[in-house]
């Protein structure tokens, strides 16, 4: 849970989340332990029952994980946050904590892979229905996937590996307008590039293991509330929220919570029942490449403008997709919205397609083909043969992720060693 956010971005990525009192550990400890000790039986029967706040069990709470959920949260301007396990985990608990069997929510088509997978497959199957939209579509045409049972509206900043600038103004208007929260994916710019509850976004989740981690060292999530969705105004739309729960002796969490009812909900009813929680250490791990994201992050941009503008002047590439190149179809909505860079992705295709953009990344040397972006390291990734595998043709399409295209994701190392190795491995192509 956040205190008021009054420092600037960059102190409060060294500095938040751990405030050590005299003669304690200058930097975040790790407790490692699963369980925390008290003097009486009823005190911590008092625990159980959220009539007072201590940590008891791991997998609901841990003193490492809070710090860091409490920096992401300072982060992003939002009043109430925790950690998960992965971002698959924090996308899912984003929505399961207000959908149950029998509702909807609406989707942007062009999200993450495995994101897009957990909407159409997995959470079906739980009785979720998704409608994807073309998020470029008028606000009148996405308002007609809205039905009386959708409790969410869903899309990423920046979207991966499609590479659409979100307008997020428009889409807080569209779900607001509907009686329903925003939820923001905000992995690709982070809070350092773009602060979606300054645009009207809701809820904002992060899979960490991206640039928050930044050095691929840990898989992890987060979710962030901004405390600004009135779940009592739509009462009967989300009575998991505004109804007593029957698990914590008819507790009623806007009730008992106010602002942070939302992630208090997530906690203790879906962490608890579900345990997708993140291991205290990677917590530690998380909050040393948060120090430093506030350098990293204007590294990873001005690295891969410049490669961007050198993959646009080659001749054999047929075209590159990155939000801060002028003439790119983003452009206007990332100076609105990512005015001091966009992210160290782009995408781009080679002439010959599909067969000469796998022969380039195999002469690669430095950057390295791995499942993975958003790192220190320069890295690939051929979405077709490799992440988004599972899609039919026609949802590639749908995911805005063509047959060629290829992901490069650009580290921060000296942007002409990235250059010079692009440079050999394209003298390989025909
Ligand atoms: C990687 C990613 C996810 C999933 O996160 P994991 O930590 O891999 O579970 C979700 N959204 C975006 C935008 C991502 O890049």
Known sequence: MSKENKKNIETICVQAG?????????????????????????????????EESGYFYTRLQNPTNDAVADK?????????????????????????????AGDHFVSASTIYGG????????????????TFIDQDASEEEISKAFQPNTKA?????????????????????????????????????????????????????????????????????????????????YADKFPGLTQPDESYHGLTYTKAFGKGAYITKAVVQLMRDLGSAQSPQNAFLLNL????????????????????QYLQSHPKVAWVHYPKLEDNKYYELSEKYLPNGACGVMTF????????????????????????????????????????????????????????????????????DIINDIEQALEDVK
């Open 18 to 50: 751990w405030t050590p009192k005299k003669g304690e550990p200058r930097v975040l400890p790790i407790y490692q332990s699963t369980t925390f000790k008290y003097e009486t039986s009823e005190q911590m029967g008092k625990l159980f029952d959220l």
């Open 72 to 100: 992401i949260t300072q982060l992003e301007g939002g009043v109430a946050g925790m950690l998960t396990s992965s971002g698959q985990a924090a996308s899912f608990y984003a929505l399961f904590n207000i959908c149950s």
């Open 115 to 130: 994101t897009y997978n957990l909407f159409a497959v997995t959470m079906k199957k739980l009785g979720i229905d998704v």
């Open 153 to 233: 509206l869903f899309a990423e900043t920046i979207s991966n590996p499609a590479m659409n600038v979100l307008d997020i103004e428009k889409f807080a208007r569209i779900a607001h307008s509907h009686g329903v929260p925003l939820i923001v994916d905000n992995t690709f710019p982070t809070p350092i590039n773009c602060r979606p509850f300054q645009w009207g976004a809701d809820i904002i989740i992060h899979s960490t293991t991206k640039y928050m981690d930044g050095h691929a060292a840990a898989v992890g999530g987060a979710i962030v509330d901004s405390g600004n969705f009135d779940w009592e105004a």
């Open 289 to 308: 490449g948060l120090e430093t994201l506030h350098l990293r992050v204007p590294r990873h941009c001005e690295n891969a403008l410049k490669v961007a």
């Open 349 to 416: 295709g080679i002439k010959g397609g599909r067969d000469e953009s796998v022969r380039f990344m195999d002469s690669l040397k430095l950057v390295a083909i791995v499942t993975h972006v958003a790192d220190a390291r320069t890295c690939v990734l051929h979405p077709a043969s490799h992440t988004h595998r599972q899609l039919s043709d026609e949802q590639l399409i749908s995911a805005g992720v063509a047959p060629d295209l290829i992901r490069l994701s650009v580290g921060i190392e000296n942007v002409n």
